[in-house]
């Protein structure tokens, strides 16, 4: 079974430093696809940030960056000078084996970024 | 990125009536549209696959009965759910698959439904 762990239910951090979410998963496959969406509280998903899994350089995105690690299959997404609207939900998800269109979801980190 | 729209944004019905959904993609033609459920503080739970010019497939434990799921069209796909009954509300969301991005998915705003 595929499955993807966020070991952080809540977080909080001071406005502009540096906050980590982590994200461990579990898969058979060689080649895949990460990503990290953000929920805020007008409860639109939207994509953070995307890693190939064969691409050994981490993704970045403005503020956003991941520390892929793939042979222990973690894919933390770092927040750098964090800012209020970072406050949302953040999930992380990745598709299931055998070319299946879909995406498995963790069950999401509640981030809140105090002024 | 990509852009979907989906329409209502909320909606209250009451009990035994049908209540559609619309999920649009704007700037992109998608073959494949998703359609999850989210209860309050939770993840996003998959309900069914829909497949352009297909019959949609649905997750374990949907009812394809109650959550009529049609995609007619490149650019649409709609969720009816039938009969609604007050343990059918919830927060729907669909996303749309991007052609030209394998395995990404960009999100509709969602739909509030309350069923009383």
């Known amino acids: 079974a595929q499955t993807v762990t966020q070991s952080q239910p809540e977080m909080s951090v001071q406005e502009a430093e540096t906050v980590t979410l982590s994200c461990t998963y579990d898969?058979?496959?060689?080649?895949?696809?990460l990503f990290w969406y953000k929920q805020p509280p007008s409860r639109q998903m939207i994509l953070v940030i995307r890693q190939e899994a064969y691409k050994q350089q981490n993704a970045t995105e403005n503020r956003f960056s991941v520390n892929f690690q793939k042979a222990a299959k973690s894919f933390s997404l770092k927040i750098s000078d964090s800012q209020l609207g970072d406050t949302a939900m953040y999930f992380c998800a990745f598709p299931p084996p055998g070319g299946s269109e879909k995406l498995v979801f963790g069950k999401g980190t509640k981030l809140t970024v105090n002024p | 990125g990509a852009v979907v729209s989906q329409h209502p944004s909320w909606v209250i019905c009451k009990s035994g009536t049908s209540v559609k959904i619309e999920c649009r993609s704007l700037?992109?033609?998608?073959?494949?549209m998703f359609w999850y459920r989210q209860f309050p503080k939770q993840s996003l739970m998959l309900m069914a696959t829909?497949?352009?010019?297909?019959?949609?497939?649905?997750e374990q434990g949907v009812e394809k009965d109650k959550f009529l799921i049609n995609h007619a069209s490149l650019t649409l796909s709609t969720l009816t759910v039938t009969s609604a009954h007050p343990e059918d509300s919830s927060f729907y969301i669909c996303?749309?698959?991007?052609?030209?991005?394998?395995?990404?998915?960009?999100f509709g705003p969602g739909t509030r439904l309350t069923v009383l």
């Open positions: 898969t058979s496959e060689s080649n895949y696809y």
């Open positions: 996303s749309a698959r991007d052609p030209l991005l394998p395995d990404t998915q960009y």
């Open positions: 700037d992109f033609q998608a073959t494949t």
């Open positions: 829909s497949n352009e010019g297909s019959k949609a497939t649905y």
